[in-house]
Every structure is written in C-alpha cells, then in structure tokens.
Antibody, heavy 119, light 109 residues
C-alpha cells in the first residue's frame, strides 16, 4: 500500500539549515506530483512547495521562496526539502503529500516530521 | 493572493447535520477539496475532492457543493468521531499557489 515517511526534522538555531526527506513506498514517487505542507503550533495547514511529476513545474509559497528548495531523489524514491536560513516562524510539523491526478488533491499524507527553530 | 475564509468553529448535536462553509471570490469557478484532521499533528485525510467526489473509504454522510462565492462541506447524521478540524483547499492558477482555508473546528455536543 502507499506509504510516505518523513524524516530529518529536529531542533536548529535561526539561520541554520536542515534537509527533510520523504520516502515513498508502494508506488514510484516520480510518477506523481508531490507537495510539502506544514502546520505551525496551534495553526492551520500551510502549503510550502510543489513539484510536478516531470519536475518541470516547481512552485513555492512566498514565505519560503528563495530559502527552501524542493527536489527528488529517484534512486531512493524520496522527496526532499532543503531548508536554508531558517526562521523561528518556520517551526512546524512538515508533511509530504502525494497528489491525485496531478490536480493538487492531496490523497496520501505522511505522518509528518517536527522542525523547531529556536535559539 | 487568493484567500479562503472558514468559520473558526461549528457545533452540532449527534445525529444532526453539520455545515462548514468556505468562502472565496468566485470560488465556484475553482475546484475545492476538503480535508479532515482529527488532531493537530495527525496527518489530514481527504474527505471530498473536485467539489463533490468522495474517496471510497469516506462515508456517504460526507458531501460537498460549490457555487458562487461559497463552497460547503455537509456532514449528515453527525457522529462523535466526526469531531475534528476541517480544511478547504484550492489551486490558485493566477499565483500558482495551493491555498488552504484557515480551518473549522467541528464540535459534537
């Protein structure tokens, strides 16, 4: 069955970097559009970044553009999120999600990984 | 940027019908998807997509509609297990951004 497992979260200081990974199983990740979504403490869902199956279309939320990079490791069947210049407001649980029909319908979600940015 | 507005909370008695709205400028011209999150920090679950479609594992009690400036998620014969946060979501083609509503906490009295 389809599974998504995020990893790489942790505690970092403002200005530092972190790389998140989302390993897919039960499907070939490069066949699907994939997305990162986050949820800050006590807050709602916030879209972070999107990558189409072809990787030709990549989009970022304004709040992370220029600091975060979404990519894929096809050999590891994984989605990546490189996060640089982290800020306290980036503190959140980060989820990866698989698209349905490349229509930004998030059919499968991972359990999330917590990123805490604090001095 | 495109904004989706949801009521912060909705309360309903067991067995009654819950209606959760999602407002947006001419949202009827977009396709709306809905997610249920039982607890913050738990993975959300898709409950309605393309305005009205239900994934096979979602009960028929869940339905959706979308017209004009309001999309609606309706939960009939509400059960205690439906108590959760619900989020609407669209794709904004003008900005190439995914947009989520602020979420609605459904309380089952």
């Amino acid at each position: 069955q389809v599974q998504l497992v995020e990893s790489g979260g942790g505690l970092v200081k403002p200005g530092e970097s972190l790389r998140l990974s989302c390993e897919g199983s039960g499907f070939t990740l490069s066949d699907f559009s994939m997305t990162w979504i986050r949820q800050g403490p006590g807050k709602g869902l916030e879209w972070v970044a999107y990558m189409s199956s072809s990787a030709a279309d990549i989009y970022y939320a304004d709040s992370v553009k220029g600091r975060f990079t979404i990519s894929r490791d096809n050999g590891q069947n994984s989605l990546l999120l490189q996060m640089n210049s982290l800020r306290t407001e980036d503190t959140a649980v980060y989820y990866c999600a698989r698209d349905r029909n490349s229509a930004t319908i998030f059919e499968y979600w991972g359990q999330g990984t917590l990123v805490t940015v604090s001095s | 940027s495109y904004v989706l507005t949801q009521p912060p909370s909705v309360s309903v008695a067991p067995g009654e019908t819950a209606t959760i709205t999602c407002g947006g400028n001419n949202i009827g011209s977009k396709t709306v998807h809905w997610y249920q999150q039982q607890k913050p920090g738990q993975a959300p679950v898709l409950v309605i997509y393309y305005d009205t479609d239900r994934p096979s594992r979602i009960p028929e009690r869940f339905s959706g509609s979308n017209s004009g400036n309001t999309a609606t998620l309706t939960i009939s014969r509400v059960e205690a297990g439906d108590e959760a946060d619900y989020y609407c979501q669209v794709w904004d083609s003008r900005s190439d951004h995914v947009v989520f509503g602020g979420g609605t906490k459904l309380a089952v009295l």
